[in-house]
């Protein structure tokens, strides 16, 4: 250390003390930074566990609580598709990865699911043509035509179609076309929710129409990082709940392209969502808490195709209460997945794992040029 003549030497002792006081600030900056880069990544799957909670309770428990479940439990996954939604250039490329991802699956488990079940049925009634027709169509058509045991998996192929479509979009148009395209799809899904209730298509591709502006919504609000007032989130989710309790009209049952009061419901129900965002950002904070939610976030998928089957096993042979039915259908369907995850084959298959799914098939064409 040079020391100017005639002023004394600074202390070598003061010197490694603020050293050490910057490093140690500087640790705990970037730790502290890290520990809320990682909640916000863990409440994402705390969301995704809350929502799939939801789901099975939708499926088991009646009354009051389903009328509230129903505000916003399958908005919550379309917005989260929106929010984690990421670009692809090349189209053909993101069909394969997306078809792989969700559709092997949905298909996988439908073969396991459904094909047993029905060939049982078709085992005990006289075979023609007509039962063959009835055993294949909900197969290949999907949607509406899919119900018991199966009756959720309407969600997957709604969901890869809007996958497919707002990537083209976004490819395609600048943002603001983006958005009076969607605009223009939520008004013709209200149109088919009020004047042709009954119009549906095969893999409930017309459940799109309000799918995909939820998609939109959730984009946007990652895109933009919208700071939401949170007084008046949960103002308008006290609201919606109570209106969802005692008129029934601020609901979301989009299987059968039911959308509640339009525009009114909506907002309602991204207003729950939010709330729910910011119920697992608090959860988030608390690790042996929410370390549970994160499992079923991440399990979310496998507890949604095994839910229905094994709740109505339990109902049918061992018992009819409510809250044992919910708990050993969640708890079941996460102890199936914990085994899936043990083998390769099952999560190409079953998970939809594109790293495995290589493995499995290894000649298969992954990579294509648009």
Known sequence: ????????????????????ISIKLTHKTYFSKMAEVNTRKDWIDIMKGIGILCVVAGHIVG???????????MPLFF????????????????????????????FAFLLLIYVPVQLHDISQNHFDIKTLLRFISPILVGGRTLGASVSVFWFVTCF???????????????????????????ILSYFNSIFIPKLW?????????????????????????FQENRI???????????????????????????????????????CMILFIKNLSLLIARFPKLSIAFKELGKASMIIMY??????????YNICSNELLRFLLSTFISYIIYLFILKFSPLRALLLGSKEDFKKLFPHFKYSTTN
């Open 306 to 315: 095994l839910h229905q089957p094994v709740q109505l096993i339990i109902t």
């Open 232 to 270: 008046l989130i949960v103002s308008v989710s006290i609201l919606a709940i109570l209106s969802a309790i005692y008129t029934g009209k601020i609901s979301y049952n989009m299987k059968v392209a039911e959308y509640g009061i339009p525009i009114i419901t909506l907002l309602c129900s991204v």
């Open 79 to 106: 917005f989260l598709g929106g929010y984690l939604f990421r670009e692809r250039k090349k189209l053909k490329e993101y069909f394969i990865d997306k078809f792989i991802h969700l559709i092997v699956p949905y």
């Open 160 to 186: 890869f179609i809007v996958q497919q479509v707002f990537n083209f979009i976004v490819t395609k148009y600048k943002s603001g076309t983006t958005f009076v395209i969607t605009l223009i799809m939520l």
């Open 63 to 73: 009354g009051a609580t389903t009328k509230v479940i129903y505000i916003f439990h």
């Open 1 to 20: 250390m040079v020391v100017l003549v005639g002023q004394p030497a600074a202390k070598p002792s003061n010197l490694v003390h603020d050293t050490n």
């Open 201 to 225: 298509l095969p893999w409930n591709a017309n459940v799109v129409l309000a799918a995909l502006p939820i998609f939109y919504i959730g984009f946007l609000y990652k895109k933009y990082d």
